[in-house]
Every structure is written in structure tokens, then in C-alpha cells.
């Protein structure tokens, strides 16, 4: 039996900024001094509307800001040639970095742990003096090379989850020393600059940070932090009850698998960040919920996430899922992250591997990326949705002046029991067209093809254009009601998404 739903489009709706086109996450910052990875963003600013793109290593040895000298007695050396390079390039497609500040310049570090394949060093510096003068000199050298105005509207965000010690080899407290050795360094070029943290897995570390801050006049100005839905999170946010409240992913974990081998630690890895566990199936809204509570006054941004199964019509479900929940929350909500030319496991390039990318290592569009496009299509005003109550299978609609699109999503969390589902939707109005486009097993599925041309691991052009035209989504006119309304028949399979697109 079809389940069904009312949409109201005689009404304007409620406001609903398009908040997943803030940002954007990418791999390590020399990644994009490559022509491939450049041409991947670009197009995904041009088809997505990304506006500013985040990533690790800005301060990493392969940047060459800090370089070691030769001799004991020599000063290191400092450019930022390849930042500028970096930076340069963003500006002239129409982006902005949202500036992650980390990791540790060996030649500064006071130990040697490092994290991922490219060795980002995470450890605290070896004299305070030095890590301030570094961060001064590279955010005036900023407002130098692009204005004072152009880097007011940049954020400097202060490491990657330091609750992590994979990725920060201190202690909360380390951290905020480390938080407010470099915000004093951002606002001693000027004042106006946007600086905050604490970039925390979890979502932990908010309400302890802005405690510090406010204790010591220490200036933030927005909240950033990380979720996936495979975190753990209820415990670890202390909404398991009392007790039960951690400090992020399981440390032990993480060096057990590190020991295991390269390739059985990227299958636990896989497990731990990017499968989705028994969550309930809205503990990405719930912890948002809380975060911005903790946030209060602060602007809220999430700096990672994503949905898991990242090659499949999984993530566009879940992905419609997450974004219909989380209206409200967020100024800013990064998915992590664009492209599968992803190196900190080393770059496997395999053209399905499950990574983390919106496109593969030749820029095939997966699922994910096509919902974001059709998702750019789609107004800024979302109408009110009435009818029956079901467990996955929901619909979101969105607005402007000239068409309606309708989000048609069956979404669980994948260890439960999903069907395909059947959808009677009508929608309020007189429409002169109407398309529908489906994201399913079927439909924009380019891992179908490879998998069926016998996964080859270095395709060929034709095999990848093959591939390429898998993953277009097509609109297809239907049949256009005669009366006040238009009944949308839908016939959602498994973790599959349908958009309707009515013109007014």
C-alpha cells in the first residue's frame, strides 16, 4: 500500500538556506597543487555552488612553509610560495579556503608522531615564540597579497580533532594553549578576523572551550567541530545516560589497526568512520541539536561529516535524509570530502574503493554528487509536507519562483530491515511541465558499470566514458494533471531517491 503525502505549494514556505554549500572538505593542501584534483573542484563549484573548501596540512613539510636548514646553526627557511599557489587558485574560480590551521612544521615540533601517510607532524610546538611569529607572518602575508577586506570573510579554524590523539599528540589543555597561542596571533593582524575551533571529533570539547575562552578573554568566534554516523555518539556526548560520556574515537582501536597492516587498517578504518553503525536513524539531527545548543550565540559549523557507503545510492539517500533533518542548525555543514585522489592512507586509485570522494580518482560522478547538483537546482523556500507517518520513506519540497522539486527518500540506517516502498504524493497547484529523475541501484550508478566491465583497475577512455554516462541524471517528462493538483506516483526501492521537478 502506497504511503501518502500532501505537499502545500499554495503557500511560500519557510526559509531554508542551501547551508551544505558552505563548504566543502578535500584531502591534504599540496593535493591541490595537482591540475586533476583543481579541475574536480572547479567543476563542483560550477555544478554544486561550494563556496569555501577545507583541508589538512597547510603547515605540513610537502607545503614547504618552514624549511629545515642544512646547517645546525641556520635559521629555517620560510615561504609560502605553495600556499599562494593554493590560494591563488581557489580565488580565481570563485571559492574560499575556510583555513585549517595544522599541522606542525617539523622543523617547529617539539616530537616526532605524525598521522597518515603524508606524515602531517601532530605534535605541540617547540617554543610557543615561534608558532605565533609563524601564524602572524602567514596571516599578514595574507591580508597583504588580498586585502584586508577578503580575508574578513575567511575563517581560521585551529587544528584538526585534537580530542583525537591520532591527529594531536596533547591534552585538552594543550590544545587550548595551542587555541590561544594562534587566535592571538590571528587577531594581532587584525581584530576583524574570523577565528575559532575546536575542530573536535564527536562534537566534543564545545561548552569547554568557550569556558576557557571566556575565563582567560580569549577570542572565538565560531563553533566548529565533526560527526559521522558510525561515531559511537550518544555515549560518547553523554546522552546515554550518566557515565557515559567520552572523549572520542577509541584511541586503542586506531593503534591496534595501525599495527594490523596497511590494508586491514583501512577495512577498520573503513568500519569506524565510514559505515554506519545502530544509530537511530536521526543521530546526526540529535547531535546537531545538542552541539548548537552548546554553541549558543556562536555560529555553529561542522567542518566534517558524511553518510557512509560512499559509492552507492546509499549516500544520496542518506544525504537527503540528513539534510531534511537537520534544517535550522547549522551556518555551515562541510562534507568531507570531494574527491577520491585522497592520500592519507596513500593514494590506491583504484576507480571504486569505497573512499571518501563526491567524484572518483577520473572525476566520475557518484551518487552523492549528483543529489548535491540536483540539490543546487532547488529553491531556498521549503514547503510544509502533510500525510501518513513512515519509518523510511519520507519526501522533502523545495521552492522558488519558478518550479517546485520534490525530494522523494527511503532511508534506514543499513543493519535494519528496508523494502522498497511505494509513495502517492500531491502536490497543490497547476504545473505547465513535470520531470522525475531517480537515484537508485538502476540510475546514477557508475560503480554498476565497473563492476560489470570486470573492475578494471586502470580503465580505458571508453570504459570511463562507459562509466561517466552511468552516472548522469535524467530527467524524463511525465504525464502533466489537467487539475488542481499533480499526484506523483513513486515507486522508492531501497535507499533510492526520486526528484520531481514541477513547473510553475
Not at 30 to 51: K, P, W, Y
Not at 231 to 249: F, H, I, Q, V
Not at 281 to 309: C, F, Q, S
Not at 412 to 417: F, L
Request: hydrophobic content about 35%.
Amino acid at each position: 500500500m502506497a504511503v501518502k503525502y500532501f505537499v502545500d505549494a499554495g503557500k511560500e514556505g519557510r526559509e531554508y538556506p542551501h547551508y551544505w554549500e558552505k563548504c566543502v572538505g578535500s584531502c591534504h593542501a599540496s593535493t591541490l597543487l595537482r591540475e586533476d584534483v583543481r579541475n574536480q573542484i572547479r567543476r563542483a563549484h560550477e555544478e554544486i555552488g561550494f563556496e569555501y573548501i577545507r583541508f589538512h596540512g597547510l603547515l605540513n613539510d610537502d607545503m614547504s612553509v618552514v624549511i629545515a636548514p642544512m646547517m645546525p646553526f641556520e635559521e629555517p627557511q620560510i615561504s609560502f610560495f605553495n600556499i599562494d599557489c593554493v590560494f591563488d587558485f581557489l580565488l580565481e574560480i570563485g571559492m574560499k579556503p575556510f583555513v585549517e590551521l595544522g599541522f606542525m612544521p617539523e622543523a617547529y615540533a617539539s616530537g616526532t608522531s605524525t598521522c597518515f601517510h603524508y606524515k602531517g607532524n601532530v605534535t605541540m610546538p617547540k617554543e610557543d615564540g615561534k608558532w605565533q611569529w609563524l601564524i602572524k607572518e602567514l596571516v599578514q602575508h595574507l591580508v597583504d597579497r588580498y586585502g584586508l577586506e577578503e580575508i574578513q570573510s575567511w575563517f581560521f579554524e585551529v587544528w584538526n580533532e585534537p580530542n583525537l590523539r591520532f591527529f594531536f599528540d596533547g591534552t585538552m589543555e594543550d590544545y587550548f594553549h595551542l587555541y590561544e597561542m594562534t587566535a592571538r596571533a590571528v587577531k594581532e593582524v587584525d581584530v576583524s578576523l574570523k577565528v575559532g575551533g575546536p575542530a573536535t571529533s564527536n562534537n566534543m570539547w564545545i561548552p569547554e572551550l568557550k569556558k576557557f575562552c571566556h575565563e582567560n578573554n580569549v577570542p572565538l568566534d565560531f563553533i566548529s567541530t565533526h560527526h559521522y554516523p558510525s561515531d559511537d555518539p550518544l555515549s560518547r556526548a553523554g546522552m546515554n545516560g550518566p557515565g557515559t560520556k567520552g572523549s572520542g574515537m577509541d584511541e586503542n582501536v586506531i593503534k591496534q589497526a595501525m599495527e594490523m597492516g596497511p590494508e586491514k587498517f583501512k577495512e577498520i578504518m573503513q568500519q569506524v568512520i565510514g559505515g554506519e553503525n545502530n544509530n537511530p536513524r536521526d543521530i546526526l539531527a540529535r547531535l546537531t541539536k545538542k552541539a548548537k545548543e552548546e554553541a549558543g550565540e556562536l555560529p555553529l559549523y561542522y567542518t566534517e561529516w558524511n553518510a557512509g557507503h560512499f559509492d552507492t545510492n546509499y549516500a544520496a539517500a542518506a544525504i537527503t535524509q540528513i539534510f531534511a533533518y537537520n534544517e535550522g542548525l547549522v551556518e555551515g555543514y562541510s562534507y568531507w570530502c570531494i574527491s577520491d585522489i585522497f592520500e592519507e592512507l596513500g593514494l590506491h586509485g583504484l576507480p571504486f574503493n569505497n573512499e571518501f570522494g563526491l567524484v572518483n580518482v577520473y572525476g566520475i560522478r557518484k551518487p552523492s554528487y549528483r543529489l548535491f547538483e540536483a540539490l543546487r537546482q532547488a529553491g531556498t523556500k521549503r514547503l510544509e509536507v502533510s500525510g501518513e507517518q513512515h519509518r523510511t520513506a519520507e519526501v522533502m519540497a523545495l521552492s522558488d519562483d519558478k518550479e517546485i522539486m520534490v525530494f522523494a527518500y527511503n532511508h534506514d540506517i543499513e543493519e535494519r530491515n528496508i523494502e522498497a516502498q511505494d509513495m502517492e504524493i500531491t502536490v497543490s497547484g497547476k504545473y505547465t511541465s513535470v520531470q522525475k529523475a531517480v537515484i537508485d541501484s538502476d540510475h546514477c550508478n557508475p560503480l554498476a558499470v565497473w563492476e560489470a566491465q570486470g573492475k578494471p583497475a586502470y580503465p580505458t577512455k571508453e570504459q570511463l566514458a562507459e562509466m561517466e554516462e552511468a552516472s548522469k541524471l535524467i530527467f524524463e517528462d511525465i504525464p502533466v494533471s489537467n487539475g488542481e493538483s499533480q499526484i506523483l506516483l513513486c515507486h522508492a526501492e531501497k535507499e533510492s531517491v526520486t526528484i520531481y521537478r514541477l513547473k510553475k
